[in-house]
């Protein structure tokens, strides 16, 4: 676990996507929800009750191994990524609600991952440093630092020298793409040996689970009354997770490769999934017509 994977590259990865996401935005993002909550709501209580509870039966269903099991709630708790504003735009979505979903949820998740986390370790009893001592305060602080921090510094450079954050967001996306990638490779090669076990064990049910988060992120806030530019939004941050942040969490806080490998195996089959749904539901399922969003 002292490998320069763990001390130096993930948490680097880490950073540089959380300083990215900073970049992008503004108090103005967060002010934004008071004028217009309800999508915000619905995606959220999707978000911190729905997903949660989708990883735990599908845990249930597949019998994973407790520290398997304990990395599928990791995942499920974590935020979502910024590369959901992305697949919105490409698929007609309201950007702008993924920008403040993406704020808030990073934010809330600093108070949820833990919480979650915690709950799982204490339930499935993995063994090991994480059953010993689970997040406590000094590792949940931790997780808040390695998340806010490099936020908080994003919205600060953003706010002081705009320009330069504008000329730097798409380098920064570039980056933070690549360094996912590097990192998504890097776990699978520190667990070559287990990995054919590992994809038989997390591919199916982390793919049901992607396929639950981005078609739940779409029907529950349409049932509920959110437009359909709207529900693209939420779906596509429902189901494009900061898979990052829940490696950075399982390996560099709870000291375990294995609690990654659903983050790991999940951060590489979003992409296509979340492409293929967003295709199905722009292009198979009927739309019907709604009232322009309230500003």
Known sequence: MNSPLVSVALPLALAVIMFGLGLSLTVDDFRRIAVNPKPVAVALACQLLVLPAAAFGLVLLFDLSPLLAVGMMLLAASPGGTTANLFSHLFRGDVALNVSLTAVNSIIAVVTLPLVTNFAIDYFEPGGSAGQVGLQFGKAAQVFAIVLIPVALGMLTRRRAPAFADRMDRPVRIGSAVTLLLVILG?????????????????????????????????????????????????MEIGIHNSTIAMTVAISVLDSTEMAVPAAVYGVLMFPLAAAVGWLITRRFPRPAEAPAQA
């Open 187 to 235: 776990t699978m090669l520190a667990e070559r040996a287990n990995l054919t076990g590992y994809l038989v064990d997390v591919g199916a049910v982390t793919t049901l689970f992607c396929l639950i988060s981005l078609t739940a992120g779409y029907f529950v806030p349409r049932w509920l009354g959110v437009t359909d530019r709207q529900a693209i939004a939420c779906s």
